[in-house]
């Protein structure tokens, strides 16, 4: 009972854990104490006094421990003669406090009359209103009736853009500081800040750009009034029309678990559709937070350019057709194709679609072949040691600080998977000690304590001195995150060999809050390589295509240029895309299927922490599209007669008895909901209200082989031989920026379009100065027969003959997907004569 | 630029602190010296100098009354009238003072000689009603005193620009 201290709560006795500040204490056992101010999640300041409690400290026998008792029988405490703030006061042994009071009840009561003086009260119209914990804590502790002179309420601006996705109210934001604080404590980026005091106090950024984080939606929900609201979704609708679905996001392998705000729409024809997309609260993943990508990507599920009906090409034009039509020449084309057919899904492909494809593709060639399931992209690979020696099952970032060493070598997290940016950030924060291994400068930089700057190329030598650290070696936990800037796929399998033998040459394998982590490219890429894909396959398949090629979500011509001519040459070929939109891909295709969107439907993913989540139907679906796990067991039942299931549960229940790795997570045990701290998802009224209540299940890590007790051995991959690069030459690197041009992102966040920057290229200042080139200037990139036009960004932090390019930037010419040599040319100006 | 311009003043206050981001003060003092005000210009210059984000900067700025975050008349009177001063008369010696010279709170006269706002405590409440005139205090005033500071800063200032 170490753990625990005894507070003593309106004259009841609690445990409570020893260290929590007396609000959280208070509400593990059942009792609210207002705030305003103070969040869970953020360090207390004690600045808006709504959490006014009598203090006191009880007598306690020094020999025995037991209270000392007053005459009544009953512990005998000593009372300060003034309230004190709870968000501020850590419970000690003993400590009373009482909540119910006279004295306690006017102290809050005068606290909402004063944040009244000059609130404008136009809940009416306030996207919070319904929700708003200003406005419960009026309903319960507000004086009814004004004392103050309404001619003297403050007139502020009311839609005040503090950039172009969040906009302030200034009459309504009652100084708490939770923004500026999230911003600043939180994120690291400290562009919200209190200007002038008094009366006169308001949130102002004078940033360039102003406020434009990835992570300033979450400012929204933790504004405990209508202060702060998205340009996405305000006057969209109002809170208590809405129903929370749990859905996961779509959009990187975190699996950051949402709340897809629902109601029947009239504008959308009666059919229920999304709003807005909420943090859903899994302490173990995203905690209550999301990044901007998540929160306002999700507008593709009512785009009006989605397909809805398969099309057949005819003549050679695509014409529309019906499911029975398309389906039935599939499943022709396959029997046709004697087993020469294979497949290669993209990111958000889910589980059970995933385990249907791949009977498709064993059907036709009798068996199992694994070599013809691709992942896509296909940069990326290793994952059987993430098998091996993956992040332990019960890791959990939010409680890593010291004596946790967090490695992130070739990867830029906040731009590839910002939830986990965000985590290790603050893991960092509480004295985790964190070392980044890049080649060129990343966010992350800013909070390692050592940064070890690597060529590209020289990862393997830079993983092998780590073993040696103390910091690593005599740590007593250590997480790896492998990413896969500068590499290619046989680069970062090597790679991720190299991080799982520095896990187990150093003992920290098999343990919590240890092991390796694939930064993989999708939201359900981990899923994908459980289930038999691979990046391997996927290479085999696009340099030797097969008869018949199914490609669900992977937009293989949007990404690069070359495999256009792969799918145009139609001879005795046949392409089948599974896609949301007719895309650069599906328009070569010879069957094109629309598929639904995560929203339209039910389903599972697996995160890059291989947690495998559920999703639930939250949207009416489209008239046509239909999930692809559906239309692949159609395929089959076409093919082979075979019964075909008749949910995406039953799909899973398949997969638990087939893969070994998912055996026992059913839909059942994956939606499953244990209490989780902080508390914020209650009907409390000063947390809840916004959607962050887990309904939908946290989710279920599968054991790797090392948390079964069988760490391996695993050898150090020998150091490569360094890329020799002729002078003049250049090698060109994709990098990943999170807001890019890639068609299916364009359609879900028209929000976020300005906020893509121009195809962009970074050089060494030396090779600039060389080239010719200054910062703005417009040059040609020419890599693998490909050349596009790009703005020069020069930065004397790259590496000496790098040229670093954004992926999917540049639409017209596609960045190659893994590193090669090219070169570059000045665009002249040609002075325009008059 | 005031990097330039000013380098080995802000050398030595930098050389004063443990970090960068403790010298924003002393930094908005030279700014404010070199333009007169802390235009936005001002801002960012002192963001960049201090390696920290401008919007932090503003917000210093903002918190101490001793900074100007517009442009202001020669004379910049700020009249404190918090509750102490208040109970000795100062609200009422503030709006006599506004009248007088014919502007509301926080404006400057058309002739760009005065401003005049009210401030939170300056520390001499014993001695309300009290104004500091461009940083220097000005206390147990009457509207008969003050008048004749006025006269006086007017002829000044007067003098000042036909010279
Ligand atoms: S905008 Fe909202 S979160 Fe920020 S200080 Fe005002 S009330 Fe608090
Ligand atoms: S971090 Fe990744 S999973 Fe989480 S909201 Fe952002 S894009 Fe989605
Ligand atoms: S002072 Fe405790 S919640 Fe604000
Ligand atoms: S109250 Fe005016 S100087 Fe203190």
């Not at chain 1, 306690?104 to 009260?121: C, Q």
């Not at chain 1, 209190?194 to 004078?206: A, K, S």
């Not at chain 1, 705000?261 to 059919?271: A, M, N, Q, V």
């Amino acid at each position: 009972m170490t753990d625990t201290v005894r507070l003593i709560i309106d004259g009841v006795v609690h445990q409570v854990p020893k260290g929590a500040n007396l609000v959280d204490a208070a509400k593990m056992v059942g009792n609210d104490i207002p705030v305003f101010c103070y969040h869970p999640k953020l360090a207390p300041v004690g600045m808006c006094r709504m959490c006014l409690v009598e203090l006191g400290q009880a007598g306690i026998d020094k020999d025995t421990g037991a209270f000392q008792l007053d005459d009544k029988g009953q512990p005998a405490i000593r009372w300060q003669p003034r309230l004190a703030t709870a968000c501020t006061t850590v419970v000690t042994d003993g400590m009373a406090i009482k909540t119910t009071t006279p004295q306690v009840t006017e102290a809050r009561d005068d606290i909402v009359e004063f944040l009244l003086t000059s609130h404008p009260l136009d809940c009416p119209v306030c996207d919070k209103g319904g929700e708003c914990p200003l406005q419960n804590l009026t309903m319960r502790h507000g004086p009814g009736e004004s004392r103050f002179l309404y001619e003297e309420k403050q007139h502020l601006a009311k839609h005040y853009p503090l950039g172009d996705l969040i906009y302030l109210d200034r009459e309504r934001c009652i100084q708490c500081a939770r923004c500026t604080r999230f911003q600043e404590e939180l994120v690291g980026d400290a562009v919200l800040a209190f200007h002038e005091r008094g009366r006169r106090l308001q949130i102002v950024t004078t940033s360039n750009p102003p406020f434009d984080t990835y992570f300033s939606g979450n400012t929204t929900d933790i504004c405990p009034v209508g202060a702060l609201t998205t340009a996405d979704f305000r006057f969209g609708a109002r809170p208590w029309e809405l129903t929370g679905v749990p859905s996961i996001c779509p959009h990187c392998p975190v699996g950051c678990n949402v709340s897809a705000s629902t109601r029947l729409d009239r504008e959308s024809g009666g059919k229920i559709v999304v709003k807005r997309i909420m943090p859903r609260q899994n302490e173990s993943v995203n905690e209550i937070w999301i990044c901007d990508k998540g929160r306002f990507g999700h507008h593709h599920s009512r785009h009006g350019e989605r397909l809805t009906q398969p099309l057949i090409r005819q003549g050679g034009k695509l014409v529309p057709a019906t499911w029975d039509q398309a389906l039935a020449l599939i499943a022709e084309k396959i029997s046709a194709a004697d087993g020469d057919v294979g497949a290669i899904a993209g990111g958000m492909v889910s589980n059970e679609d995933l385990w249907e494809l791949r009977q498709v593709v064993e059907n036709a060639h009798g068996g199992k072949d694994h070599k013809s399931l691709g992942v896509y992209p296909y940069r990326l690979s290793g994952a059987e040691w993430v098998a091996k020696v993956g992040l332990s099952k019960g890791s959990n970032f939010g409680q890593m600080g010291k004596g946790t060493t967090i490695v992130v070598i070739a990867s830029d997290l906040s731009e590839e998977a910002p939830i986990w940016y965000l985590r290790v950030k603050n893991a960092a924060d509480r004295g985790a000690h964190l070392i980044t291994l890049n080649a060129r400068p990343t966010e992350l930089d800013r909070f390692a304590k050592s940064k070890l700057k690597i060529s590209y190329g020289g990862e393997i030598a830079a993983l092998k001195s780590l073993t040696e650290k103390p910091e690593v070696k005599d740590a007593a936990n250590v997480v790896i995150f492998v990413g896969g800037e500068g590499l290619d796929r046989a680069g970062h399998a090597t790679l991720m060999q190299g991080a799982a033998s520095v896990l187990t040459s150093t003992g920290h394998a098999g343990k919590v809050n240890n092991g390796l982590i694939g930064v993989w490219a999708g939201a359900n890429t981990q899923g994908a390589f459980d289930l038999g894909y691979s990046s391997e396959a996927t290479e085999s398949l696009l340099n030797k295509r097969p008869a018949v090629l199914i490609l669900a979500d992977a937009d293989i011509v949007a990404e690069d240029a070359a495999n256009v001519s792969l799918l145009a040459h139609r001879e005795g070929k046949f392409t089948v895309v599974s896609e949301m939109f007719l895309t650069a891909t599906a328009a070569q295709a010879d069957v094109v299927l629309p598929r639904q969107s995560f929203v339209e439907r039910d389903g599972t993913v697996t995160s890059g922490e291989r947690r495998v989540q559920r999703f639930y139907t939250a949207q009416t679906p489209l008239d046509g599209p239909r999930p692809d796990w559906k239309v692949f067991a159609e395929i089959n039942r076409l093919r082979t007669g075979s019964k075909p299931k008749l949910s995406a549960a039953a799909v899973m229940k398949e997969i638990t008895e087939k893969i070994a790795a998912y055996k026992g997570l059913t839909y059942a045990e994956l939606g499953k909901v244990n209490k989780q701290f902080p508390d914020v998802g209650g009907d409390d009224p000063y947390y809840g209200g916004t959607a962050y209540e887990n309904k939908g299940g946290l989710g279920v890590q599968w054991p790797t082989e090392a948390d079964q007790g069988k760490v391996p051995s695993v050898s150090m991959p020998a150091v490569g031989k360094a890329r020799k690069l002729e002078s003049g030459e250049l090698l060109i690197v994709p990098i990943v920026e999170l807001f890019d041009r890639k068609p299916a992102f364009a359609a879900s966040a028209p929000l976020l379009h300005s906020h893509v920057p121009a195809p962009y290229v970074v050089l060494n200042s030396g090779d600039a100065k060389t080239l010719n080139l200054v910062d703005g200037d417009k040059a040609i990139l020419s890599s693998g027969g490909v050349e596009g036009e790009y703005t020069v960004r020069v930065d004397a932090a790259v590496p000496a003959q790098t040229a670093l390019v954004a992926r999917n930037l540049n639409l017209k010419s596609p960045t190659p997907a893994v590193p090669m040599v090219g070169s570059i040319r000045k665009v002249e100006v040609v002075a325009s004569h008059v | 630029m005031l990097a330039e311009k000013y380098q080995e003043r802000i050398e030595k206050i930098f050389a004063k602190y443990p970090d960068k981001r403790s010298a924003i003060m002393p930094l908005l003092y030279v700014a404010q010296e070199a333009y007169g005000w802390i235009s936005p210009e001002a801002i960012n210059e002192v963001a960049a100098l201090c390696q920290i984000d401008p919007t932090q900067v503003k917000s210093i700025a903002g918190f101490y009354t001793m900074f100007r975050e517009t442009p202001k008349g020669k004379y910049w009177l700020q009249v404190c009238n918090d509750l102490p001063c208040a109970l000795r008369g100062a609200d009422q010696f503030y709006q006599e003072l506004l009248d007088y010279l014919g502007i509301k709170d926080g404006e400057t006269t058309a002739d760009g000689v005065f401003t005049v706002e009210h401030v939170m405590c300056l520390a001499a409440c014993d001695k309300a009603p009290m104004l500091q005139c461009n940083f220097h205090f000005h206390e147990n005033l009457t509207m008969e005193t003050m008048k004749a500071l006025i006269e006086q800063w007017r002829a000044e200032a007067k003098a000042a620009q036909g010279k």
